[in-house]
């Protein structure tokens, strides 16, 4: 089975049973909530859901020294191509097969800049991540987003979802658990808050109002867990 580690706001990293390092966002020496450096990070594969700052702002080192195939849209696959890296571009509803599993891209609703230098006048669609794994495991890492209803073609189709709480430039706790009741997981992991003031939540409040929904995985930087 995976095991998710996470490392603050919407970071983490998926490692496969067979040893195969996925990071998703990759944003360590600037999060202010993650204690780990990039350089201390493994990756074969780096998927990312957009261009914004806390997302991508570390995925150019990650890759150039890991040699890691970047999955993204296309138009931040064609721009990290440019500075060398292997890619694998992706939109919106397709999906490509790699040596872990199936990856589909699936709608968000958010800002599209890329805030990278040199990228400064790119612009992409946000995106969510699904993540039908080889031993069977399905994940669903939502990205930066509104609530939306085409979340609910995810019904089926997720064991593990993470979901942001932040509110202010993503949904909020109460529009969280909307989401969960469109997307029936059976877990979820909160993420995109308490990273900075504005987006301070009680996540302890958000396992309550999801009650008996799903189980709710509260994580800090460097906690695990295996699904």
Not at 25 to 52: K, S, W, Y
Not at 61 to 87: C, D, H, M, N, Q
Not at 178 to 205: C, G, M, N, S
């Amino acid at each position: 089975m995976p095991k998710l580690t996470y490392y603050g706001h919407s970071t983490c990293s998926l490692e496969t049973e067979e040893g195969t390092h996925i990071v998703i966002d990759p944003f360590f020496d600037e999060n202010p909530v993650c204690d780990v450096a990039v350089e201390d990070v493994e990756a074969d594969f780096i998927l990312i859901t957009h261009g914004h700052f806390d997302h991508i702002a570390d995925a150019i080192p990650l890759a150039e020294r890991t040699g890691a195939t970047v999955v993204a849209t296309y138009e931040i696959a064609t721009f990290l191509e440019s500075k060398g890296l292997t890619v694998s571009p992706q939109h919106i509803g397709g999906g490509v097969t790699y040596p872990f599993g199936y990856v589909k891209m699936t709608p968000a609703l958010h800002g599209g800049a890329v805030n990278l230098p040199g990228a400064e006048a790119a612009t992409t669609m946000p995106a969510g991540l699904l993540i039908h794994f080889d031993t069977g495991e399905r994940f669903h890492h939502a990205g930066d987003t509104a609530l939306i209803v085409d979340m609910q073609l995810l019904k089926g189709q997720v064991d593990v979802a993470m979901l942001p709480i932040g509110d202010r430039f993503t949904m909020g706790p109460s529009d969280a658990v909307r989401a969960i009741d469109f997307i029936e997981p059976k877990a979820v992991i909160p993420i995109h808050y308490d990273t900075w003031p504005p987006l301070e939540q009680d996540a302890e409040a958000f396992k309550a109002a999801v009650g008996s929904r799903a189980e709710v995985e509260i994580m800090k930087c460097g906690d695990t867990y295996s699904f």
